[in-house]
């Protein structure tokens, strides 16, 4: 079946400018992730969502970065105001529950490069 | 300190060769533990799960040390294919949050 599925798989922007990054989930799947993996590094929790609401947003640097997931599928990450920094691979994941022994199956990221 | 710690290598090593991995954690809370496996510009995969009492699946065993904290892979018979990064990973809370370790890198030569 399909996997999870991430758009754009490239973004180029400049600094100061705001971006959109989607996911789209294995159908099914209530538990939706978002991690940022820098070069070199392992991933790095930002969020996520069980259904609809935000179950744990622990993980956003900041307030620029937010995200929704308005129908309990599809999700957004929106990063206002990018910075440098905020270059790096986002990465999307889904489970079929949040139960902390689930498999969460990863999405192949957006690279995103802040010029 | 970093949550959960890892040798970052290279570890190169020929096929055939036996090779461990180690892994420690901070948060004695930690309840689920897991080895990812991450190809080369590609998406985090499952590799296993790790257990208590420890657990084998094919070439690879995983075993887990709670009073140390401390989290093992060993691959044994290594092949060509089993270049990658593997990827440390503890869950501590009742959600899904994952935490990672910066990853180890594994390359296996002819």
């Known amino acids: 079946g399909a996997g999870v599925s991430q758009t754009p798989s490239n973004k180029v922007t400049e600094k100061g400018k705001y971006v959109e990054l989607r996911c789209d989930p294995i159908s099914g799947h209530t538990a939706l992730y978002w991690y940022r993996q820098s070069l070199g590094q392992g991933p790095e929790f930002l969020i996520y969502f069980q259904g609809t609401g935000a179950a744990d947003d622990s993980g956003l640097p900041n307030d620029r970065f937010f995200a929704v997931r308005p129908e309990g599928s599809v999700s957004t990450l929106k990063i206002q105001r990018t910075e440098r920094g905020d270059s790096a691979v986002y990465l999307c994941?889904?489970?079929?529950?949040?139960?902390?022994?689930?498999?969460?199956?990863f999405g192949p990221g957006t690279r995103l490069l802040v010029l | 300190r970093k949550e959960v710690e890892q040798d970052p290598g290279p570890f190169n090593v020929p096929e055939g060769a036996t090779v461990a991995f180690n892994c420690t954690y901070s948060n004695s809370a930690s309840q689920s533990f897991f080895w990812y496996r991450q190809d080369c510009r590609k998406e985090p995969k499952l590799l296993m799960s790790v257990y208590s009492s420890g657990n084998e699946d094919g070439r690879f065993t995983a075993q887990l040390n709670r009073a140390s904290q401390y989290i093992s892979l060993l691959i044994r018979d290594s092949k060509l294919s089993d270049s990658a990064t593997y990827l440390c990973v503890v869950n501590y809370n009742q959600g899904g949050k994952l935490i990672f370790g910066q990853g180890t890198e594994l390359s296996v030569k002819p």
């Open positions: 994941a889904s489970s079929s529950t949040s139960g902390i022994a689930e498999t969460q199956y």
